[in-house]
């Protein structure tokens, strides 16, 4: 059974950068043929996919969060991270991690996902 699990600080200031990773333990991880994906869910509001990661390591981000966001691949670890940089408030929210076997742009709806991790919540304050 495959399971992810998202890991990171909790509380981040303003302006600084987030770093989020998501262990993947199980049948699969990150030298199989799969897809990794971040989404976030802001209090309140419904969830935003955020980007992608493939085996090879190619990626795929959010147009609107391109420009701050980067997602790698740590094989040695079972791991893919996730930077956010200049973090705001308004980047306050739970981060999700997801796996699929299939590359879905832009889909934050679980089903369409293999695996699902718990989720971490970020908060943003100074």
């Known amino acids: 059974q495959v399971q992810l699990q998202e890991s990171g600080p909790g509380l981040v200031k303003p302006s600084q950068t987030l770093f989020l990773a998501c262990t993947v333990s199980?049948?699969?991880?990150?030298?199989?043929?799969?897809?990794w994906a971040w989404i976030r869910q802001p209090p309140g509001k419904g969830l935003e996919w955020m980007g992608v990661?493939?085996?090879?390591?190619?990626?795929y981000y959010s147009p609107s969060l391109k420009s701050r966001t980067s997602i790698a691949r740590d094989t040695s670890k079972n791991q893919f991270t996730m930077q956010l940089l200049s973090v705001t408030p308004e980047d306050t929210a739970v981060y999700y991690c997801?796996?699929?076997?299939?590359?879905?742009?832009?889909?934050?709806?679980?089903?369409?996902?293999?695996?699902w991790g718990q989720g971490t919540q970020v908060t943003v304050s100074s």
């Open positions: 199980g049948a699969s991880g990150p030298t199989a043929f799969y897809y």
């Open positions: 990661i493939s085996y090879t390591g190619s990626t």
């Open positions: 997801a796996e699929s076997k299939a590359c879905i742009l832009g889909a934050t709806d679980k089903n369409r996902y293999d695996y």
